[in-house]
C-alpha cells in the first residue's frame, strides 16, 4: 500500500486555485514563482471564507474532522492561529450556527452552566465577503530565531519561533470545503474533548500527516 500523499505541499493546481481568489491572480503567481517561500494577501467571501481558531483548539477540530468527520479543506498555521479554509458563506452562517446551539460568544460572563458550556468553545474569528487574510507561501516558511511568543489567554502555548505553514495544503483546482454546519459539529466535538486531560506528554503535532485521499 502506498504512503498518503505529502498534505503539506502545495500544488500548482493548489496555487492556482488560491491565486484566483485575488484580483491580479497572475501577479500572484509569478510572484510564487519567483519567491515560493512569501506569504500574500488574498481576499475571502468568493473563492473560500476563513475559520481562524487558537492553534490549540483548531487542531482539535482538525482531528475531529479527519478521525470522525469527513476530513476539511485546507488549512494552514499562522502566527499561533488555524486557519480553516470553509466554503463562501461559512463566515456569516457560522455563528448564528454556534448561538442557536448555544455555544457562541454572548453573555460569556454568566455564572451559569449554560456559560461554563459556552466558555468550552473558544471565540472563532470567521473571515467572510469584505475581510482578507494572510495565506502561507506554497513553501513552507519558518522563522527559528523569530521572538519568543507569550502563551495566550486562549490556551495557546508559547513557542520560541514563528510558524507558517500548510497543515492540509491545496491541491487541485475545486478543492473541497467545508460549510457551517460540518465546522459547528468539528467544533463542539473539540469542545468536548478538551475537558479529557491527559497525563501523557502531547504528542509531536508537527509531524502528524492526514491523508487526504480520505477527503470527500
Known amino acids: 500500500m502506498s504512503s498518503p500523499w505529502n498534505a503539506s505541499d502545495v500544488t ?3 496555487a492556482a486555485w488560491l491565486a484566483s481568489a485575488g484580483t491580479y491572480p497572475r501577479s500572484t503567481l509569478a510572484l510564487w ?38 476530513g476539511s479543506g485546507p488549512v494552514a498555521e499562522f502566527r499561533g492561529r488555524m486557519l480553516l479554509f470553509a466554503a463562501p458563506g461559512t463566515a456569516q452562517r457560522l455563528p448564528v450556527l454556534l448561538e442557536w446551539e448555544e455555544w457562541g460568544t454572548r453573555d460569556r460572563d454568566r455564572d451559569t452552566r449554560e456559560a ?13 465577503t469584505g475581510d482578507a487574510v494572510t495565506v502561507p ?9 523569530g521572538p519568543a ?10 513557542s520560541a519561533r514563528s510558524v507558517t505553514r500548510w497543515l492540509v495544503a491545496p491541491d487541485t483546482r475545486q478543492p473541497w470545503l467545508p460549510g457551517p454546519e460540518v465546522l459547528l459539529w468539528a467544533a463542539v466535538r473539540a469542545a468536548r474533548s478538551a475537558v479529557r486531560i491527559s497525563i501523557f506528554p502531547p504528542a509531536d503535532q508537527g509531524a502528524k500527516v492526514y491523508d487526504v485521499s480520505r477527503r470527500r
Do not use: I
Open 149 to 158: 511568543v507569550p502563551e495566550s489567554p486562549t490556551g495557546a502555548t508559547a
Open 33 to 70: 514563482e519567483e519567491r515560493p517561500d512569501a506569504p500574500v494577501v488574498l481576499p475571502c467571501g468568493s473563492v473560500f471564507d476563513v475559520v481562524s481558531a487558537p492553534a490549540m483548539f483548531g487542531r482539535r477540530m482538525l482531528d475531529r474532522l479527519w478521525d470522525d468527520g469527513p
Open 12 to 14: 500548482p493546481d493548489g
Open 116 to 128: 461554563r458550556r459556552t466558555n468550552a468553545v473558544p471565540p472563532l474569528l470567521c473571515h467572510g
Open 137 to 145: 507561501a506554497p513553501s513552507e516558511s519558518t522563522s527559528p530565531d
